[in-house]
């Protein structure tokens, strides 16, 4: 199993406003970044309830869950919450209670060899680290710029523990990846 975070950014470190609005990041215009390489690669997207409530919201997949089929195709989405959320009729989403290194197991058996996507949040991809499975942070670095918001990764990781793979522009977009060394 190979875990990566890859997200986009404010680049002052805010994933959304306080309130989960991303209205920042599609106000940018131009090319954007390419996620199909990811998404053949992925084997199973990982996803806070606040980032599956605003995607169930953002592209009305309650009522036109043949759209979350676009996004994800037919492979499993694991939800981390402890309330009841809803889901899209006929996709494979998953809901797991706790933290992260309480579900390791369950997330190495759906993943099997195949990269698992956290997709969002901040604490979530900060709990794969805390138990010791984040390999790589790829960070889509957007030209906003943000007061206040979701904090992009709440935790201290320091630059001893990265090392930097890739980095390019694509339009108004900067894409890094950093490889992160377990100790």
């Known amino acids: ?48 309830s606040r980032t599956s409530e605003w995607l169930l919201r953002d592209q009305d997949l309650i009522t036109q869950p043949e759209a979350w089929t676009v996004t994800f195709g037919t492979r499993p989405v694991i939800v981390f919450t402890s309330r009841d959320l809803p889901a899209p009729q006929g996709a494979d989403v998953r809901f797991a209670d706790g933290i992260v290194g309480d579900n390791a197991d369950m ?3 759906a993943a099997g060899d195949g990269t698992v996507w956290v997709m969002g949040g901040g604490d979530l991809a900060g709990q794969f680290l805390d138990a010791g499975l984040l390999d790589e942070i790829t960070l889509h670095l957007s030209p906003v710029f943000l007061a206040k918001g979701k904090s992009l990764f709440p935790r201290d990781l320091v630059s001893d523990r990265l090392i930097l793979v890739q980095a390019r522009q694509i339009g108004q977009f900067i894409e890094a990846t950093w490889r992160i060394s377990h100790p």
């Open 107 to 109: 997330l190495q058996d």
């Open 1 to 48: 199993m190979h875990v990566t975070y890859t997200t986009a950014t404010t680049v002052n470190g805010f994933l959304a406003t306080e309130d989960d609005s991303l209205d920042w990041l599609m106000a940018v215009g131009g090319e954007t970044p390419d996620l199909g390489n990811l998404m053949d690669t992925t084997s199973v997207v990982v996803m806070g």
